[in-house]
């Protein structure tokens, strides 16, 4: 691939990557996505075999992403100390208002049924990495997986209500919660 179709890739992939993260896969359109990206909708096809390719690799990418973030927690904390250490980042009011390069889960999950099977076979595959990294034993893994499921249904409600005050409530509940 020639270096100016590789920009211009990830020109797109960035710009469906922010439209997912504030509409979630389905809305945006290839016409929305190209024209945030600078550019026709002609070329689309150029790069990608369909709008479900472009936000099926977009949203292997925000999970990674996610993923990548859990490496920064130290491995040898206790598995409760590091579910209290994602909670705290996760349940911000930075990560709250970060709709341009945060989780994009809040903004998928109602969807996803009704998506090809392989988003859904990315998101067990990320929940599976993700309650390991957070736990220290398969007995715990499930106390892995309620806490994050607290967590995205906590943010998906903070997001909802917005900067406010109950916003707020929810982001230190669901986080005391986990803690």
Do not use: N, W
């Not at 024209?35 to 096809?45: E, R």
């Not at 995205?152 to 803690?179: F, N, P, Q």
Request: proline letters at 5%.
């Amino acid at each position: 691939m020639s270096d100016k179709k590789a920009q211009t890739r990830e020109r797109i992939l960035q710009a469906a990557a922010s439209a997912m993260l504030r509409h979630g896969p389905r809305e945006p359109g290839v016409a929305d996505v190209m024209a945030a990206a600078g550019l026709t909708v002609g070329g689309f096809y150029a790069h990608f075999a369909s709008k479900d390719a472009l936000m099926l690799e977009v949203f292997d990418q925000l999970l990674r992403k996610r993923r990548e973030l859990m490496t920064l927690v130290d491995p040898s904390l206790p598995g409760e100390e590091r579910r209290a250490l994602a909670a705290s980042f996760y349940l911000s009011r930075k990560h709250r208002d970060a709709l341009r390069s945060g989780c994009p889960l809040p903004s998928s999950l109602g969807v996803v049924p009704q998506l090809p099977e392989a988003y859904r076979e990315m998101l067990a595959e990320h929940l599976e990495v993700i309650s390991a990294r957070l736990c220290d034993s398969p007995e715990e893994a499930d106390m892995a997986l309620a806490d994050i499921a607290l967590m995205v249904g906590g943010l998906a409600l903070a997001r909802a209500l917005g900067e406010s005050d109950l916003s707020d409530r929810v982001l230190r509940a669901a986080k005391a919660a986990v803690i």
